[in-house]
T-cell receptor, first 115, second 112 residues
Framework: EPEVTQTPSHQVTQMGQEVILRCVPI?????FYWYRQILGQKVEFLVS????????KSEIFDDQFSVERPDGSNFTLKIRSTKLEDSAMYFC?????????????FGSGTQLSVL | GENVEQHPSTLSVQEGDSAVIKCTYS??????FPWYKQELGKGPQLIID?????GEKKDQRIAVTLNKTAKHFSLHITETQPEDSAVYFC???????????FGKGTKLSVKP
């Protein structure tokens, strides 16, 4: 089965530093998502992206966050100035049609630790 | 907005027994309810889903039931096997917000 790949698997950073989390969605998918999961808490929606634009974002996705599709294969999440509370597992996901009843394919996640 | 509660947070069963995980949702407009399985070191993978026009759906050893009136849905795994050990997430969508709202997850351990 096709896979969404995420790099790195673990990222450690100092508070206030910028981090970029990288994802390669499934090649024929057009809709891309970022979710995060703080340890012991729910998987939370951050943002959805289609046609080089943000489709929807949650309250969590504030001005410190941005997403980009810099080329035809990568999809990135940037956190400009990390805070301790940004420590979480970040999941990238994609699907083909972007409708909510469609299966989401998730990557294995990037564990971000902000010290 | 939608809120999904999931119970129990951990579940331990003997191989061959059944396992049941329950979720409740708050938004009566939600109409799509998927279940995801997350194995160690991997991302969540869809294992079964149900739409609100259906009360039950089964796929081999896995079944999901939905009670729209009570706003709860459950995952049933029969004849559990050690490879069923994982974290299971329920989710809901289709209500006031289109994106999936997840439960907290249930860590299922199947002891041989």
């Amino acid at each position: 089965e096709p896979e969404v790949t995420q790099t790195p698997s673990h990222q450690v950073t100092q508070m206030g530093q910028e981090v970029i989390l990288r994802c390669v969605p499934i090649s024929n998918h057009l809709y891309f998502y970022w979710y995060r999961q703080i340890l012991g808490q729910k998987v939370e929606f951050l943002v959805s992206f289609y046609n080089n634009e943000i489709s929807e974002k949650s309250e969590i996705f504030d001005d410190q966050f941005s997403v980009e599709r810099p080329d035809g294969s990568n999809f990135t999440l940037k956190i400009r100035s990390t805070k301790l509370e940004d420590s979480a597992m970040y999941f990238c996901a994609s699907n083909g049609q972007g409708i909510y009843t469609e299966k989401l394919f998730f990557g294995s996640g990037t564990q971000l630790s902000v010290l | 907005g939608e809120n999904v509660e999931q119970h129990p947070s951990t579940l331990s069963v003997q191989e061959g027994d059944s396992a049941v995980i329950k979720c409740t949702y708050s938004d009566s407009a939600s109409n799509y309810f998927p279940w995801y399985k997350q194995e160690l070191g991997k991302g969540p993978q869809l294992i079964i889903d149900i739409r609100s026009n259906v009360g039950e759906k089964k796929d081999q050893r896995i079944a999901v039931t939905l009670n729209k009136t009570a706003k709860h849905f459950s995952l049933h795994i029969t004849e559990t096997q050690p490879e069923d050990s994982a974290v299971y997430f329920c989710a809901a969508s289709g209500g006031s917000q289109g994106n999936l709202i997840f439960g907290k997850g249930t860590k299922l351990s199947v002891k041989p």
